[in-house]
């Protein structure tokens, strides 16, 4: 008996194994060797040195970039996360209440989430252009050109960009969420002579609680560790988030102790802000089962 468990243990480590190994090889020890490399000097020639916290110190007191990339980082995530949240529930509850479009619709917001990222990209890029389509429509009205890339629009034209290529996913998500919510609730919600507003605030936002946090969690992540737009479309200081700094510590200036000690930095903050959201937003989060 003991034999055939001994064999179903190894079966199943058998089975995970190829997980296990990936994970140790491109999770664990990548991990394990940047938390070394923060505490040395490195220029990716030599051998590294170590200094100690001297590279957190650094970052935190001599670093120019550092507080405004945590600065545009924040910026970044909370209105992405604020407008593809509201504009995803919102197109998802006006979606639902014409079933009869129901899939046109769903699949028409949906394209922009299955589109290549860089392709996507240069879409935007080629929209955003002195001479592209948004700049010409302006010119047509009589308006002055943008320049959607300059320092004091580069962010809010990378929010447009991210919204709108991360709104068809959050409309999958609420479409389901808001077609469960039981329909004998909003009967007796009828009943009682209940606005349209009040039977979402009390029928349906609680419903979709879940929905709602795990897509608000998710998005605190992505916006935290973003990095693509501003790499593609560029836009200077205005938009150097965290990752992207990191990058540049990397690979142009081939600083690896201050990169890995950001990159822990990044994590510590990620970690903190998703335990806060955990924490307190989950108490707000309601389950069918009543847990």
Same mark, same amino acid.
């Given at each position: 008996?003991?034999?055939?468990?001994?064999?179903?243990? +190894?079966?199943?480590?058998a089975y995970i194994s190829p997980w296990i190994i990936g994970f140790l090889c491109f999770g664990l020890f990548p991990m394990g060797y940047s938390l070394y490399m923060s505490f040395c000097s490195y220029q990716m020639v030599g051998e590294p040195k170590f200094v100690g916290f001297q590279n957190y110190i650094d970052l935190f007191t001599t670093e120019r970039y550092f507080?405004? &990339?945590?600065?545009?980082?924040? *910026?970044?995530?909370?209105?992405?996360?604020?407008f593809g949240?509201?504009?995803?529930?919102?197109?998802?509850?006006?979606?639902?209440?014409?079933?009869?479009?129901?899939?046109?619709?769903?699949?028409?917001?949906? +394209?922009p989430?299955?589109?290549?990222?860089? %392709?996507? &990209?240069? +879409?935007?890029?080629?929209?955003? %252009?002195?001479?592209?389509?948004?700049?010409?429509?302006?010119n047509? *009205?009589? =308006?002055?050109r943008?320049?959607? =890339? /300059?320092?004091?629009?580069?962010?809010? /034209?990378?929010?447009? =960009?991210?919204?709108?290529?991360?709104?068809?996913?959050?409309?999958?998500?609420? +479409?389901?969420? *808001?077609?469960?919510?039981?329909?004998?609730?909003?009967?007796?919600?009828?009943?009682?002579?209940a606005s349209s507003w009040k039977k979402f605030v009390h029928v349906t936002l609680p419903m979709i609680s879940p929905t709602i946090f795990y897509l608000l969690i998710m998005d605190i992540i992505g916006g935290l560790q973003a990095y693509g737009p501003m790499m593609m479309l560029g836009g200077g200081t205005a938009t150097r988030t965290a990752t992207l700094q990191i990058y540049n510590y990397a690979m142009t200036?081939?600083?690896m102790g201050y990169a890995s000690a950001y990159s822990w930095i990044v994590f510590v903050i990620v970690m903190i802000v998703t335990f806060i959201f955990f924490k307190f937003g989950g108490r707000k989060v309601y389950y069918a089962d009543g847990d």
């Open positions: 008996m003991r034999r055939k468990k001994d064999k179903t243990v +190894l079966q199943c480590l507080l405004k &990339t945590i600065e545009n980082t924040f *910026v970044f995530m909370g209105f992405t996360t604020v949240m509201g504009l995803g529930l919102g197109f998802a509850l006006l979606i639902n209440s014409i079933p009869k479009f129901k899939r046109f619709f769903q699949t028409l917001y949906y +394209l989430a299955i589109l290549p990222f860089i %392709a996507g &990209t240069m +879409l935007w890029e080629s929209m955003y %252009a002195q001479y592209g389509i948004l700049n010409s429509v302006l047509t *009205v009589g =308006m002055e943008v320049k959607f =890339m /300059s320092q004091d629009n580069a962010m809010r /034209s990378l929010i447009l =960009m991210a919204v709108w290529g991360n709104i068809g996913g959050k409309i999958t998500m609420f +479409l389901p969420a *808001v077609a469960g919510v039981p329909s004998e609730l909003m009967e007796s919600m009828d009943l009682d002579g200036d081939r600083m």
